[in-house]
């Protein structure tokens, strides 16, 4: 006789999976091939998940690590974390046609910077040290910029005058961490300047506040995203700090059978650059060990798009 399966209850959280930005990198890429025919380079990753980029290399895309390795005259395009000036310069200088795919996003942030450089600020932004969004943003500015990851980083800053000080963040940062060193950093500069909107993206706050909202009915927390994804480690973070078991897996392979002894349900969500076809690939593997009701729980509807670049 064939052992009946336990059942499991499945809280599929909404918003999941794709923001604007990476669906708009995506299918700048995607059009570029299209248009110009393969192959089209693209600088580092287009976002930080190992299944886009390989369907997207499939298709024709190029990914290298440096801008030396495209040929003269290629069509280069810069990722959805953005790059920094000298990134611009030097493409150009290589006769390179280049296609921006940077977030909107994280060009506010560039923006930013920007306006508080040309206004004498000592600028602190908030981000994870070698993140390709961090690099990119620093270059901006980088005689102006210091960089922090901790409240102890702020301890340890110091600064041309305490009262032109400004601070800007990482895009996919988790909000509480965030917010304890903005703490830090007002009670150092009193008269720290804050950007005009917040840094942190819609669809990462959004990701954070679902699994905030839903830990607390959940004994098990799976997080569909790349190791690689800032925001995807945020959520699973975010879970554990919470206090319960929580695993960042980048697919369906990635389950351990062992975790779901004991849990009655389980909470499945996945960061900004997870495709969902990943996130049904998941449940379609739990249902082989559990038999699963899945329950989708809407928290915020997302209706924001993005425009593709003219180029």
């Known amino acids: 006789m064939i052992p009946e399966k336990q059942s499991i209850r499945i809280l599929l959280a909404k918003p999941r999976g794709f923001c604007a930005g990476v669906d708009r990198a995506i299918k ?23 299944h886009v980029v ?3 290399r499939e298709k024709g895309a190029v990914f290298v690590r440096a801008i030396s390795e495209v040929p003269e005259g290629a069509h280069l395009l810069f990722s959805a974390h953005g790059v920094s000036p000298e ?27 920007c306006r508080f450089a040309r206004q004498g600020y000592s600028i602190i932004y908030i981000g994870d040290a070698g993140h390709d969004e961090t690099l990119g943003a620093i270059g901006w500015a980088p005689e102006s910029i210091q960089l922090v990851r901790t409240e102890e980083d702020v301890k ?11 601070y800007i963040t990482q895009t996919t940062l988790s909000i509480a961490d965030c917010a304890l060193i903005v703490k830090a950093l007002r009670d150092r500069f009193p008269k720290i300047v804050s950007p005009r909107k917040p840094d942190i993206c819609y669809a990462t706050s959004n990701r954070q ?9 959940s004994d098990l927390v799976l997080v569909v995203g790349d190791p690689e994804s800032a925001n ?12 319960k078991p929580a695993h960042l897996i980048p697919d369906a392979g990635g389950i351990d059978p062992a975790w779901l002894e004991g849990a009655a349900t389980l ?45």
Request: net charge negative; with cysteine.
């Open 209 to 217: 506040m679902a699994i905030v909202a839903l830990v607390p009915e």
């Open 156 to 166: 340890a800053l110091k600064v041309e005058d305490p009262e032109r000080v400004a």
């Open 54 to 56: 390989q369907e997207l």
């Open 87 to 113: 990134c611009w310069k030097e493409a150009r200088e290589r006769g390179l046609n280049i296609i921006d795919a940077t977030c909107p996003l994280v060009d506010k942030v560039h923006q930013e910077i």
């Open 28 to 50: 700048i890429v995607e059009k570029a091939l299209e248009r110009f025919n393969p192959p089209v380079y693209v600088l580092k990753h287009i976002v930080h998940n190992a």
């Open 267 to 311: 909470l499945l969500t996945s960061g900004a650059s997870a495709p969902d076809h990943l996130v049904e690939g998941v449940i379609a593997r739990l249902r082989t060990f559990r038999d699963c009701a899945v329950e989708e729980r809407v928290l915020v509807e997302e209706d924001i798009h993005f425009t593709l670049p003219l180029e």
């Open 232 to 243: 995807s480690c945020r959520l699973r973070d975010i879970a554990l700090k919470l206090g």
